[in-house]
């Protein structure tokens, strides 16, 4: 195995003791705290790693706090609604007079009721941006859900999980309404939209073994000109573009956060040489791999 910098959190527990909060988990795979329960132990500032369960962070008030989710600082405003999803690099740096709820739960707590949980809410994927701006009407909404929420999770008895469950999905369906109506066309899920969805899910899945869009229209049986045609009409982005920023993605993780130097990073994501990958690096970036390392 070879390790590198970044701590992975796989159990809530673990997260807590990492972030010093004085807090365990009781309910199987789902948790709730509010924010301002992390003073005044836990840490203000995070350093990176990634963590094995979902996140949504609902601020009420955030002040001077920084986000950092992979490589990109996060531009907090008016009511954010954030989501951390498995995989990725997060990092923060944490005013004291934050306010609001982190909610923590793996997709085994929603049991079978969604096949695909980045199907069913696209808003989870890796390779989106992972925060809502919300209004006024929208925030105190889901403030009032969360409120109810950890009321629930602070009460056992028999039919908790089953409430929480319910719960938790009426709220992803609420924040899939408000992610809707971000976008600037209405979202109807038709064929297109499907394979678009598809071929996303595959990327992220299959990006470090394969970067030939054959072997992605292969997989959802349909030629290389239907998908990058489709994935265009739809994203305006090609099929091997969007191969190319989640590699693209990953490059400056592991570049950033980890020990590993170029040929190592290079083996890892199966260029057949460091070459290879520094031509790549370069041609996402403008600079080269050790360059953007010590910037």
């Known amino acids: 195995m070879i390790e590198t910098k970044i701590p992975i959190f796989e159990t809530f527990n673990d997260f807590y003791?990492?972030?010093?909060?004085?807090?365990?988990?009781?309910?199987?795979?789902?948790?709730?705290?509010?924010?301002?329960?992390?003073?005044p132990s836990a840490r203000r500032c995070m350093p990176p790693y990634r963590q094995g369960f979902y996140q949504i962070a609902l601020m009420s008030n955030y002040g001077?706090?920084?986000?950092n989710l992979n490589t990109d600082l996060l531009n907090l405003e008016g009511f954010p609604l954030l989501f951390v999803v498995p995989?990725?690099?997060?990092?923060?740096?944490?005013?004291?007079?934050?306010?609001?709820?982190?909610?923590?739960?793996?997709k085994e707590f929603l049991g079978n009721s969604f096949s695909d949980l980045i199907t069913d809410f696209p808003f989870l994927k890796i390779?989106?941006?992972?925060?809502?701006l919300l209004n006024e009407v929208e925030h105190k909404s889901l403030v009032f859900d969360m409120k109810r929420m950890y009321s629930v999770s602070r009460n056992p008895h028999p039919y908790q999980g089953k409430m929480l469950e319910g719960m938790l999905a009426s709220l992803l369906y609420y924040c899939k309404a408000i992610f809707e109506r971000s976008k600037t066309q209405e979202y109807q899920l038709s064929?297109?939209?499907?394979?678009?969805?598809q071929f996303e899910i595959l990327v992220d899945k299959m990006?470090?073994?394969?970067?030939?869009v054959s072997s992605y229209a292969e997989a959802l049986n349909i030629t290389p000109n239907y998908?990058?045609?489709?994935?265009?009409?739809?994203?305006?982005k090609s099929a091997k573009d969007i191969i190319n920023e989640r590699l693209f993605t990953e490059s400056k993780s592991l570049l950033k956060y980890s020990d590993l130097d170029i040929a190592e990073i290079s083996h890892r994501l199966n260029f057949d040489e460091p070459t290879h990958f520094t031509r790549f690096f370069k041609k996402q970036s403008g600079s080269t791999p050790n360059q953007f390392r010590k910037s």
């Not at 995989?87 to 793996?106: A, C, E, N």
């Not at 998908?227 to 305006?236: M, N, W, Y």
Request: aromatic share 12%; hydrophobic share 35%; glycine share 6%.
């Open 227 to 236: 998908l990058t045609t489709t994935v265009k009409s739809l994203t305006g």
């Open 127 to 132: 390779s989106e941006k992972n925060m809502l």
């Open 64 to 67: 001077e706090t920084e986000f």
């Open 87 to 106: 995989g990725q690099v997060f990092s923060w740096v944490r005013d004291k007079r934050m306010t609001g709820y982190f909610m923590l739960f793996r």
């Open 191 to 197: 064929r297109s939209q499907t394979i678009a969805n």
């Open 17 to 39: 003791q990492g972030i010093g909060l004085e807090h365990q988990s009781q309910i199987p795979d789902f948790d709730i705290f509010t924010i301002e329960s992390l003073e």
């Open 207 to 212: 990006y470090v073994d394969t970067k030939n």
